[in-house]
């Protein structure tokens, strides 16, 4: 009788315990915008950096197709533009995220890895969350075997990855 009892106390113990852990507080979902795309902004603060890599130009933007209009319409000015790279905190999808601005356009991001250490590099330098800038290109747009070639961006900074 008595292990019967002490069974009983110990399974009625685990259920309340269990019944304790499954109850606790619910953490809500992030709520991503419904109505429109995110649409990063240019940074209203100066630069707190500029980063060269003597012109050698080996770290690429993650391009989407999206921006390929406002590619060819900068890519028909200036050889070099200045580039601010922007620690997107307020980006929904990416938590790491480093936007890309040429002439205040959106024009890519940073790929997650080089993202990190970019910002490892600014926390190291006691700039955390600022924007910086660099030097750019923006190439391709060719034409090869009767099709356009993409746009792309290539940033005079060391490379990221």
């Not at 009892?5 to 953490?27: D, K």
């Not at 500029?50 to 200036?78: C, M, N, R, Y």
Request: charged share 20%; net charge neutral.
């Amino acid at each position: 009788m008595q292990l019967i009892l002490s069974i009983l106390i110990l399974a009625v113990t685990a259920l309340v315990v269990y019944a304790i852990v499954r109850s606790g507080p619910r953490r809500a979902a992030p709520q991503l915008p419904a109505s429109r795309p995110y649409q990063p902004v240019p940074p209203a603060e100066a630069p707190a950096l500029h980063w060269s890599d003597d012109g050698h130009f080996l770290t690429e933007v993650v391009i989407e197709s999206k921006f390929q209009p406002v590619l060819k319409q900068l890519a028909g000015g200036a050889q070099r533009y200045l580039a601010t790279l922007v620690p997107d905190d307020a980006n929904p999808y990416e938590y790491t995220a480093v936007t890309v601005f040429i002439e205040g356009q959106w024009v890519g991001q940073l790929s997650p890895k080089a993202a990190l250490k970019l910002r490892s590099l600014l926390a190291l330098r006691e700039l955390k969350g600022k924007p910086s800038t660099c030097d750019a290109m923006i190439k391709g747009g060719n034409e090869w075997q009767g099709k356009q070639l993409s746009w792309f961006v290539v940033l005079d900074i060391e490379p990221l990855e």
